[in-house]
């Protein structure tokens, strides 16, 4: 099917009438080299706490230039001591020089006996794939820092327990053409790409990216998905995923979300990624510029511990709030890494001041070898109950499991209804103090029930 016979020429944005560019136009573009050194003099560090408000110097003409915090400045010359700053400022830079082998991993940190074992077995069914300047957060030789468990493969990988499978959320069996995952009624799933510039070792999708041809998204899968989304109207959302969209060139991207604009009854678009985080570079002025002219847009950034908020991060998502996008966060909950109410408190202070609201705290997906990762519901619950009441109601996220099987999200919140005496709601507040509010609307209808 080809979309130029579906849709007009060309889309209405605001005030401009604007010619996406075409599918043939949508290639591999250098981005502009408006981007020079800056190393502002925020203390950083992978153990300690640091500034995370974005030192922006602006060059003559009024471009602004990218943040780095002294610890990459210093990682990349002792990795990649032929880059230049420019170069490392390049986000295509750094995907080309991602660390993807233990030789390279080796050049970074001290790789641990399991780390190594791992790796060299070639069993796990995820790529390794860390972007430098995300390699330069990790722990030279620490393999238990949080960062480094959720990116380096462990031999804990391979093992596997009742009740993990593949594909838990039964994605594949939802998907009525290929990249579409439509099991709410008002909204579908999008997934635009197999590639990740990072790969979480406990990702949902992990069964597919990274690897696997067949997943490999092409303009035919584009525009078949495109159809799909056209020819039903109960469709008011669509979420883009992957993979990272936020991967793609600037001119790919904007041909999707322009094609999705021109559907009538598409009302939202919101976007899935980690590219904030693991390659804030992503985030030039020009990418923020195409994505205002697709407002209302959304956008979901998965963030994992405070040791991410970094100076470069806190730019990213300055410049994406200043475009008017709003930002929310998916959060994971993992053993060992954030599963304490003091970590996930810096986690989420941190991202409200860098304007990104706390969305959804997940339960771990039960995908196969993620055994280690996995928190009983109870430290979730602990956690939610850590944060309710004693921090700023936006700081606290939504407990959710994505229930095995396909059911969706399922909210959990600790007991803070305790029950009703006669005609008494009684409730436990967040210090463990108990309330009562009168709820005789309550006497009525379990009167109403007996006389029926």
């Known amino acids: 099917m080809n979309i130029a016979a579906i849709h007009p020429k060309t889309v209405d944005v605001g005030n401009e009438e604007y010619e996406p560019p075409s599918p043939e136009a949508a290639s591999e573009t250098a981005i ?26 602006v060059l003559k003409g009024g471009k602004p230039r990218f943040v780095s915090n002294p610890q990459a400045v210093t990682f990349r010359k002792r990795i990649f001591p032929e880059a230049t700053q420019a170069d490392w400022n390049d986000w295509r830079w750094q995907i080309r020089h991602r660390i993807r082998d233990v030789q390279a991993l080796a050049r970074v940190l001290e790789v641990s006996p399991e780390e190594r074992e791992a790796l060299e077995s070639q069993q796990g069914t995820l790529p390794l794939s ?17 960062i480094r468990r959720a990116v380096v493969p462990v031999t804990a990988e391979r ?15 939802t998907s009525p053409v290929p990249g579409i995952v439509h099991r709410y009624p008002d909204r579908v799933l999008f997934l635009v790409t197999d590639f990740c510039s990072t790969y979480c070792r406990y990702c949902t ?36 995923s992957g993979g990272d969209p936020l991967t793609l060139p600037d001119d790919r991207l904007e041909w999707l979300l322009a094609h999705l604009r021109r559907i009538p009854h598409v009302e939202l678009i919101r ?42 991060v806190a730019q990213a998502c300055t410049r994406l709030a200043d475009a008017g996008i709003p930002l929310g966060s ?32 997940y339960q771990c997906d039960p995908i196969l070898g993620s055994a280690h990762f996995r928190t009983p519901v109870e430290k979730g619950l602990e956690i939610i109950q850590g944060l309710r009441g004693h921090t700023t109601g936006y700081a606290v996220p939504t407990y959710v499991i994505d229930a095995p099987g396909g059911g969706g999200k399922i909210p959990l919140l600790p007991e803070y209804v305790v029950g009703h005496d006669g005609t008494d709601l009684v409730l436990k507040n967040y210090e463990g103090k108990m309330y009562r509010y009168p709820d005789p609307q309550h006497t009525a209808c379990q009167t109403r029930g007996e006389e029926q």
């Not at 860390?130 to 949080?146: V, W």
């Not at 597919?208 to 469709?235: D, F, R, S």
């Not at 992503?282 to 511990?305: D, E, N």
């Open 205 to 240: 999708r992990s069964r597919m990216v990274g690897h696997a041809p067949q997943h490999t998204c092409n303009l035919n899968k584009w525009e078949q998905a495109l159809a799909y989304i056209e020819t039903h109207p109960e469709i008011r959302d669509v979420l883009l």
């Open 271 to 312: 976007i899935g990624t980690k590219v904030p985080v693991v390659l804030p570079q992503r985030i030039t002025p020009p990418l923020t510029r195409m994505l205002k002219r697709y407002h209302p847009l959304w956008l979901s950034i998965h963030f994992m511990h405070p040791d991410e908020l970094t100076p470069e």
């Open 130 to 146: 860390i972007t430098p300047y995300y390699a330069s957060l990790l722990d030279r030789a620490d393999p238990t820092h949080p």
């Open 159 to 173: 093992h596997s327990v009742p009740g993990e499978t593949a594909d838990p959320l039964a994605e594949d069996h």
């Open 32 to 57: 502009e080299d408006d981007y020079r050194d800056t190393t502002p003099r925020v203390p950083f560090s992978v153990t300690t706490s640091f500034s995370i408000q974005p030192q922006i110097r």
């Open 330 to 361: 998916q959060t994971v909950l993992l053993a060992g890494i954030n599963d304490t109410v003091e970590t996930m408190k810096r986690l989420v202070h941190g991202l409200l001041k860098i304007r990104v609201r706390p969305y959804y705290l």
